[in-house]
């Protein structure tokens, strides 16, 4: 969708006259002889004309009459794609209220593969559609080297292989490729840091005297220290001139010590208020959906708690092996890589209270309530309530895969997990007792994240063969949309219960779903702190995460160390976590 476009189709259609009208006033029409019947059409017709001649002659009098609003409020067809008929009540309402000043972007690692599968497809989208304003800059920074019509061709190759990418306007490319320009040099030393600021220079004199700037770290976690730093050690995180951000991305640290000594670290030149850690899973529409929907309906919130809620169950899986990021996976695991950031955060959302405000603080305030409410686990009692795998050889779709330490670049003998599944306790007044189970792993048998809150069931016993429970679960990827599960009379002559569900999909709404990077780097460029976890969030998270990880890679103990692998690949994990969730429940089978 194009702002031209959009204003475009916003004009009220004009009706459409008839083909034969006009020209039959200027045709001659021959005469012919008058009969009773037509002498009885003329005069009902005659009748006609005079009335809206009438009609006609008190719209003249009134010259200022505006349009009928019968045509003003037409309804607009949608095909549910954004930009074919100009309409996305989405980016519309974006466009109205969410402008970002004059700013330059700066991407440390722009050639990796996060900035060409999802950061410039998503600026470029966000840039087409009008959101970004006409002073704005892109500055790559990498460590090779690469000329400005070098970095150019990257860019625009990279958009045009994307299929994040969306529908590109004739002529977009060319002048989003004037745009961009490219930084080379080591990250280390200052060198790289003074060319930068050059070009927020330059960029002060287009934008008129402003040198607002977003620094995006899409690096190896072992870069974000000494970028930080570099940016702080040269001025460039001074706000006198402008304002000054930094996006980091996952992991943030590798466990509780290492994330506190980053934080530090960063807050020697960078205040918290701009600092953005990012987390992809919080920019998808469903994830915020989750708070519209259970603090924006009477119907959801008072069943939201131990009273009702048998226990939430919150799944991430890939059906994806390593795709060649064996270097990054052998130092993370599934544990830093998802469960610490990802599964936490839709964890702290799913049970957190309603915020006093809808405002950034407000909310990451409850969220990290959440966390610091969990139930400690000791280290003797981590094999009941954590199970790890790793994936063996199998088949995805009928297809043969290798197992994970035969991928390229794994050490023989790898330890490393690519499936993990916990159970959370949250020791205050609405949880108590109220098990949360989060999973998450690789080459599972198929790609889906989804929160699930499973309700208890109904306490009659008067139905024959049982009940159900119902099942409320939002589904953040990648069928995005949220269904309700309940019990339901079968047609016929018995009283025969059975499972119907009610489904939303966002297409209801007409629009197609935004990449949830164009929603995050659009809020950091404004300066909405909301969806990026802060400081005391991530500590808490750790706190969690590391008594997991220390009692499996730093004590692992007698008896506690799985065989490896434990698991197929195209299975749901190693049986143990059918243990894990035991008691009566069974995890949802996707």
Same mark, same amino acid.
């Given at each position: 969708m194009?702002?031209?476009?959009g204003k475009?189709?916003?004009?009220?259609?004009?009706?459409?006259?008839?083909?034969?009208s006009?020209?039959a006033t200027k045709k001659p029409?021959?005469?012919?002889?008058v009969?009773?019947?037509?002498?009885?059409?003329?005069t009902?017709k005659?009748?006609k004309?005079?009335?809206?001649?009438?009609?006609?002659?008190v719209a003249?009098?009134?010259p200022?009459?505006?349009?009928?609003?019968k045509?003003?409020?037409?309804?607009?067809?949608?095909?549910?794609k954004p930009g074919?008929d100009g309409q996305?009540p989405?980016r519309?309402t974006?466009?109205?209220s969410?402008?970002?000043?004059?700013?330059?972007?700066v991407?440390f690692?722009?050639?990796?593969?996060?900035?060409?599968?999802?950061?410039l497809?998503a600026?470029f989208g966000?840039?087409q559609?009008?959101?970004?304003g006409s002073?704005?800059?892109?500055?790559?920074v990498g460590?090779?080297?690469?000329?400005?019509?070098?970095?150019k061709?990257y860019?625009i190759?990279a958009l045009q292989?994307?299929?994040?990418?969306?529908?590109?306007?004739?002529?977009?490319l060319?002048?989003f490729?004037?745009?961009l320009y490219y *930084?080379f @040099?080591e990250?280390?030393g200052?060198?790289?840091y003074? +060319?930068?600021?050059?070009?927020?220079?330059r /960029?002060?004199? $287009?934008?008129?005297?402003?040198?607002?700037a977003l620094?995006?770290?899409?690096?190896?976690?072992?870069l974000?220290?000494p970028i930080?730093?570099?940016?702080?050690?040269?001025g460039l995180?001074?706000?006198s001139?402008?304002w000054r951000?930094l996006?980091?991305e996952?992991p943030?640290?590798?466990?509780l010590?290492?994330?506190?000594?980053?934080?530090?670290?960063?807050?020697?030149?960078?205040?918290?208020?701009?600092?953005?850690r990012?987390d992809?899973?919080?920019?998808k529409?469903t994830?915020q959906?989750?708070?519209?929907?259970?603090?924006?309906?009477?119907?959801?919130e008072?069943?939201?708690?131990r009273?009702?809620?048998?226990?939430v169950q919150?799944?991430a899986s890939?059906?994806?092996?390593?795709?060649?990021r064996?270097?990054?996976y052998? *130092?993370? @695991?599934?544990?830093?890589?998802m469960?610490?950031n990802? +599964?936490?955060?839709?964890?702290?959302?799913t /049970?957190?209270e $309603?915020?006093?405000?809808?405002d950034?603080?407000?909310?990451?305030?409850?969220?990290?309530?959440?966390?610091?409410?969990?139930?400690?686990?000791?280290?003797?009692?981590?094999?009941?309530?954590?199970?790890r795998?790793?994936?063996g050889?199998?088949?995805?779709?009928?297809?043969?895969?290798p197992?994970y330490?035969?991928?390229?670049?794994?050490?023989?003998?790898s330890?490393?997990?690519t499936?993990?599944?916990v159970?959370?306790?949250?020791?205050?007044?609405?949880?108590?007792?109220?098990p949360?189970?989060l999973?998450?792993?690789?080459?599972l048998?198929?790609?889906?994240?989804?929160?699930?809150?499973v309700?208890?069931?109904?306490p009659?016993?008067?139905?024959?063969?049982?009940?159900?429970?119902?099942?409320?679960?939002f589904?953040?990827?990648?069928?995005?949309g949220?269904?309700?599960?309940?019990s339901?009379?079968?047609?016929?002559?018995?009283?025969?219960?059975?499972?119907v569900?009610?489904?939303?999909?966002?297409d209801?709404?007409?629009?197609?779903l935004?990449?949830?990077?164009?929603?995050?780097?659009?809020?950091?460029?404004i300066?909405?702190?909301?969806?990026f976890?802060?400081?005391d969030?991530?500590?808490?998270?750790w706190q969690?995460v590391?008594?997991?990880?220390?009692?499996w890679?730093v004590r692992p103990?007698?008896?506690q160390t799985?065989?490896?692998?434990n698991?197929?690949?195209?299975?749901?994990g190693?049986?143990?976590?059918e243990?894990?969730?035991g008691?009566?429940?069974r995890?949802?089978?996707?």
């Amino acid at each position: 969708m194009t702002l031209k476009r959009g204003k475009k189709s916003a004009e009220p259609e004009k009706p459409s006259k008839p083909a034969s009208s006009g020209a039959a006033t200027k045709k001659p029409v021959p005469k012919k002889p008058v009969t009773k019947k037509d002498s009885a059409s003329t005069t009902k017709k005659a009748v006609k004309e005079k009335v809206a001649s009438q009609k006609v002659g008190v719209a003249q009098a009134a010259p200022k009459t505006k349009a009928p609003p019968k045509a003003a409020a037409r309804p607009r067809k949608s095909t549910g794609k954004p930009g074919a008929d100009g309409q996305n009540p989405f980016r519309t309402t974006m466009r109205r209220s969410r402008a970002p000043e004059p700013a330059t972007m700066v991407i440390f690692g722009v050639t990796g593969d996060l900035s060409r599968r999802k950061l410039l497809p998503a600026i470029f989208g966000l840039w087409q559609d009008g959101l970004l304003g006409s002073a704005f800059n892109i500055v790559g920074v990498g460590r090779q080297e690469m000329t400005d019509e070098g970095f150019k061709d990257y860019a625009i190759k990279a958009l045009q292989e994307s299929k994040e990418t969306d529908a590109i306007q004739p002529g977009s490319l060319e002048k989003f490729r004037d745009l961009l320009y490219y *930084e080379f @040099g080591e990250f280390g030393g200052d060198e790289v840091y003074e +060319l930068v600021g050059k070009e927020l220079d330059r /960029a002060e004199e $287009a934008h008129g005297g402003r040198k607002n700037a977003l620094f995006y770290l899409s690096t190896p976690p072992s870069l974000f220290e000494p970028i930080s730093n570099g940016l702080g050690r040269l001025g460039l995180s001074d706000q006198s001139e402008g304002w000054r951000r930094l996006v980091i991305e996952k992991p943030f640290g590798r466990d509780l010590e290492s994330a506190r000594e980053l934080n530090a670290a960063i807050h020697d030149t960078w205040d918290e208020s701009q600092v953005y850690r990012i987390d992809h899973y919080l920019g998808k529409e469903t994830v915020q959906n989750l708070m519209a929907i259970r603090f924006g309906n009477a119907i959801f919130e008072p069943l939201w708690n131990r009273g009702y809620v048998d226990h939430v169950q919150i799944t991430a899986s890939e059906d994806l092996g390593l795709e060649g990021r064996a270097g990054y996976y052998e *130092e993370a @695991g599934i544990v830093r890589d998802m469960l610490q950031n990802h +599964l936490m955060q839709l964890f702290a959302l799913t /049970a957190m209270e $309603a915020p006093a405000a809808f405002d950034a603080d407000a909310i990451r305030d409850e969220k990290t309530k959440v966390l610091r409410a969990v139930k400690p686990i000791p280290l003797g009692r981590v094999k009941e309530v954590a199970v790890r795998g790793q994936y063996g050889a199998g088949s995805m779709d009928g297809v043969k895969v290798p197992g994970y330490q035969e991928e390229p670049g794994v050490k023989e003998g790898s330890r490393t997990a690519t499936y993990v599944a916990v159970k959370l306790e949250i020791d205050n007044w609405r949880w108590q007792g109220v098990p949360f189970f989060l999973r998450t792993g690789k080459r599972l048998p198929k790609k889906v994240t989804e929160i699930a809150v499973v309700f208890k069931r109904a306490p009659l016993g008067i139905f024959p063969g049982g009940l159900e429970r119902n099942v409320l679960a939002f589904r953040i990827q990648p069928d995005e949309g949220v269904s309700l599960k309940f019990s339901s009379k079968s047609p016929g002559q018995e009283m025969v219960l059975r499972e119907v569900v009610m489904d939303f999909r966002y297409d209801a709404f007409g629009a197609q779903l935004e990449s949830p990077y164009s929603r995050l780097l659009l809020d950091a460029l404004i300066g909405d702190a909301t969806l990026f976890p802060r400081e005391d969030e991530v500590d808490h998270a750790w706190q969690i995460v590391s008594g997991i990880l220390e009692a499996w890679d730093v004590r692992p103990g007698k008896g506690q160390t799985p065989d490896f692998p434990n698991y197929a690949a195209g299975t749901w994990g190693p049986e143990e976590a059918e243990t894990l969730i035991g008691e009566g429940r069974r995890w949802r089978r996707l």
